[in-house]
């Protein structure tokens, strides 16, 4: 298995200390990483005065049965395009398959089903997405930006946004209260 393949499925932690504060305690569920680069979805922060029926209404979609819930900040780039993130229970063709975390859409059809109270059991909607050019992501984890870990469904959906950055260092088994912002070098 390549590192490329690794981190697909994988729940990104941003280390103590990350000098870009965009990305202070950030959790990104790793979606695509290969030779052209990656691409996440941030889950650990929502975004501010933005909630699905808001959301759902100014792209012309009656929010029907759906849960007002607040909207992830997905990451700092293209923050006007939309991402669900969801169980693979719901499967159209626009969704890409992200083992063994999670399904990824940006389709208009998916919001229509969750309005509707038939989309996937469990999902999350974010705006924006974080991205890294070709071999960028393997030299900030070098440098120590980052920490993959495993990735486990109940932190992205049954996990509160405030407590899944620490719930993802305890489920690796790192107490996150022991974590340095600087690292020594030998």
């Known amino acids: 298995m390549t590192e490329a393949q690794y981190l697909s499925g994988r729940l990104l932690l941003a280390m103590p200390g990350m000098a870009d504060q965009r990305f202070d ?7 695509v990483h290969d030779e052209h680069g990656a691409l996440g979805i941030g889950i650990g ?9 808001g959301l759902l ?7 029907g049965l759906a849960p007002d819930v607040p909207i992830m900040n997905g990451g700092p780039v293209e ?19 992200v083992t063994p975390l999670c ?14 109270g038939k ?14 050019g070709a071999g960028q992501l393997e030299g900030e984890m070098r440098h120590h930006g ?21 719930a993802t260092w305890r489920a690796e088994g790192i107490d996150p209260s ?8 030998a």
């Not at 923050?79 to 398959?97: C, I, K, Q, Y």
């Not at 859409?105 to 509707?116: D, G, N």
């Open 79 to 97: 923050t006007a395009r939309g991402f669900v993130l969801h169980t693979t229970d719901w499967a159209g063709p626009a969704s890409v398959e």
């Open 146 to 166: 980052w920490f993959a870990a495993q990735g486990r469904p109940e932190i992205l959906f049954d996990t509160p946004v405030n407590a899944r950055w620490a």
């Open 57 to 63: 209404k100014d792209i012309g979609i009656e929010p």
């Open 178 to 185: 022991h974590l340095v912002s600087e690292t020594g070098r």
């Open 25 to 31: 305690h950030a959790v990104i569920a790793m979606c």
């Open 103 to 116: 399904a990824l859409s940006a389709s208009m059809e998916l919001l229509r089903a969750i309005a509707a």
């Open 45 to 53: 922060s929502v975004r501010e005065g933005v909630t699905l029926h």
């Open 119 to 132: 989309g996937p059991s469990k999902w999350i909607v974010a705006l924006g997405y974080a991205g890294w």
